[in-house]
């Protein structure tokens, strides 16, 4: 059956916070009748943080990573190992990584994994410009940190095929994340050792 709303507003705003991932219709009424008990003021604030965020951020010109400006944070810190360059699907990924305090060199977001079911392939992520850093020189050691999915090994594969005749150890965190686990969602300790235990990949799928 559905839903019944007593305002034509409070339907539109429960559908539109709906649309977000992992909201349902029920979590949505929540979050609109919650900012309703709200004043104006911090409604406000909540609407111009997200319209301020999509209108200002920027991506890093060299890992892609979120930034407030051209160049992150991380890429721009000269005290990080720029010879190491960890891989990672996406942003949440690096910031996962970055709770373990294990690791001390810098990134590369690829936006995605190779996914011919879903259409995506490797024209769709940040490919190219990972293989013009690596070949840049400069780099001894390309970490692998994906996903251990289907689509993350074959994303690490084909990387790997990228760059097996570039001068650069490829390697690949251990397997203490469990296969089919998202990285972002592993708890820190066991992602800070799978970056300390990485081992060569050797480009077995």
């Known amino acids: 059956m559905n839903q019944q709303y007593p305002s034509v507003l ?11 991932p992992g909201i349902g219709s029920k979590t949505a009424m929540r979050l ?4 309703l008990k709200q004043d104006v003021q911090a409604v406000e604030s909540f609407g111009q943080s997200l319209i301020t965020l999509k209108r ?3 991506y890093c010109s060299i890992c892609h990573n979120i930034s407030d400006t051209d160049v992150c944070e991380i890429c721009s810190d000269m005290q990080r190992d720029h010879s190491t360059i960890c891989v990672v699907e996406n942003i949440q990924d690096v910031m ?6 294990q690791y001390k060199g810098v990134y590369h977001v690829l936006g995605g994994v190779i996914s011919p079911m879903d259409g995506v392939g490797p024209s769709d992520l940040q490919m190219q410009t990972l293989v013009e850093r690596v070949e840049d020189g400069g780099v001894r050691e390309v970490i692998l940190a994906l996903s251990p999915t289907m689509e993350g090994d074959t994303t690490n594969f084909y990387i790997y095929r990228k760059l097996e005749n570039v001068a650069a150890r490829i390697s690949v965190i251990a397997r203490g994340v469990a296969q089919n686990d998202e990285l972002q969602y592993t708890d820190e300790v066991t992602l800070g050792r799978s970056i300390v235990n990485r081992v060569v990949f050797t480009g077995q799928m």
């Open 10 to 20: 409070l339907e539109k705003a429960v559908n539109e916070f709906a649309k977000l």
């Open 32 to 35: 609109v009748l919650h900012l």
């Open 56 to 58: 200002d951020v920027k």
């Open 96 to 101: 996962a990584i970055e709770n373990t305090h």
